[in-house]
């Protein structure tokens, strides 16, 4: 069993919004800091936005600050990200991770989702 499991992704159109989430099972959801970290054919992956264990405190990358918000709800060990006004440069497999937090959004992820697929058309 998978203990982190993505969902939500699909094709969209630019400006359109999508809700990922990220469901844990096997696994104390409140005991793990989580990131969202996504990678585009050719780049590499990019952690952009992460969440202490509390939810007390988050951190988003400026390309998609203020468009993306990462929450999670430990009562039902879910972690999401809502993506609003989504653009096709936001095209993508977005990964969810549980670990521990150091600094931003670096750290060590002991879990990883099999991912979803995001697609903004132009």
């Known amino acids: 069993q998978v203990p982190v499991v993505e969902s939500g992704g699909g094709l969209v159109q630019e400006g359109g919004s999508l809700r990922l989430s990220c469901t844990a099972s096997g696994l104390r959801f409140d005991g793990y800091d989580m990131v969202w970290f996504r990678q585009a054919p050719g780049k590499e992956q990019e952690a952009f936005s992460c969440?202490?264990?509390?939810?007390?405190?988050?951190y988003t990358v400026d390309s998609v600050k203020g468009r993306f918000t990462i929450s999670r709800d430990n009562a039902k060990n879910t972690l999401y990200l809502e993506m609003n006004s989504l653009k096709p440069e936001d095209t993508a497999m977005y990964y969810c991770?549980?670990?521990?937090?150091?600094?931003?959004?670096?750290?060590?992820?002991?879990?990883w989702g099999q991912g979803t697929q995001v697609t903004v058309s132009s």
């Open positions: 991770a549980a670990g521990r937090l150091y600094d931003y959004c670096s750290g060590s992820w002991s879990y």
């Open positions: 969440i202490r264990r509390s939810g007390d405190s988050t």
